[in-house]
């Protein structure tokens, strides 16, 4: 379990990034975090690494202090960044070099998702284009068996066939003694992996709520000219949005339209999912 805990982070003091921030990332769950440009998703990521560190309050790593940077706290998370920097030495050999830090690293699936996506080993990184960078990267972090998995964009930059593999070697690595984030804009290349969405905003935490606990209370697609929605959009075929779930029949959320819906309103669809269904039906 990843737990922050009344956490404020500012990288001058003019400006906090973060006041006072609580959350929790399960394990067990692939989580979606998602915000818009500037509200901290990538900030977040390093103070669970330990890259950077709370002003005041904790955050808790399955009880390690993340900023401690322990050899054993550090073999057990990865952080696929955004822009990546390898030394120019064959991927294989930087693979091997680094593995030996995870002591779950497998030699051969390294190999083996290196085929899946296309990569040639052999190759130096300064060699590769920034994609086929990022591949060879994707598929040493799951090589290392991470118990704690934090990826910033991963889509950017990959072609359409590598998205479908990386979502298959996602959707593969996940289970329940593990912990994956997913920072990302591109909510339709990850939507049918995220099982719990995590939303930010300028002021803070706006939504963690489990796709479960989202297609129970909200139904989502085109609205029936009766229905009340909670939030609305134009579409080639009418209105669609978001209403009150009042049949019992579930159906997959739709994470872009409840991004858009909390952007829009910070407030109601929190407080629906907080609230007792027999208020609202
Ligand atoms: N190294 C830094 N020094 C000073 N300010 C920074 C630094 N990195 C980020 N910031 C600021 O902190 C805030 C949060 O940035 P961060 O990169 O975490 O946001 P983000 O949600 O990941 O954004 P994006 O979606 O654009 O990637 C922004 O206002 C940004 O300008």
Do not use: W
């Not at 989580?31 to 440009?37: A, T, W």
């Not at 609305?232 to 009418?238: A, I, R, V």
């Amino acid at each position: 379990m990843i737990a922050f805990q009344n956490v404020s982070f500012g990288y001058n003091r003019r400006r906090k990034v973060f006041a006072d921030l609580s959350l929790t990332f399960g394990e067990g769950h692939i989580h979606g975090l998602l915000g818009r440009n500037g509200t901290g998703k990538s900030t977040l990521l390093q103070l669970i690494c330990g890259l950077l560190e709370p002003d005041t309050g904790h955050i808790a790593v399955d009880g390690f202090t993340p900023r401690q940077r322990s050899v054993d706290f550090l073999s057990r998370l990865m952080l696929i960044p955004e822009e990546l920097s390898l030394p120019n030495i064959p991927l294989r050999r930087f693979a091997s070099h680094t593995g030996v830090f995870y002591s779950g690293y497998s030699a051969e699936m390294f190999e083996s998702h290196c085929e899946a996506l296309e990569i040639d080993p052999s190759q130096n990184p300064h060699d590769m284009s920034m994609g086929q960078r990022k591949k060879g990267y994707i598929a040493f972090a799951l090589a290392c068996n991470p118990q704690f998995l934090l990826l910033d964009e991963p889509t950017n930059g990959l072609d359409i066939p590598s998205k479908t593999i990386l979502r298959s070697l996602l959707a593969a690595y996940a289970d329940e003694k593990r912990t994956i984030v997913i920072s990302t804009h591109q909510v339709r290349e990850v939507e049918n992996l995220i099982d719990k969405i995590v939303i930010l905003d300028e002021q803070g935490l706006v939504l963690a709520a489990t796709t479960e606990e989202l297609s129970h209370r909200l139904t989502f697609g085109p609205l029936p000219a009766d229905a009340k929605a909670i939030y609305s959009t134009p579409s080639f075929s009418g209105e669609e949005g978001i209403a009150l779930n009042t049949t019992g029949r579930e159906s997959r959320p739709d994470l872009e339209l409840i991004f858009a819906a909390t952007t829009h309103d910070r407030m109601t669809i929190p407080s629906i999912l907080h609230t007792n269904p027999t208020n609202h039906e």
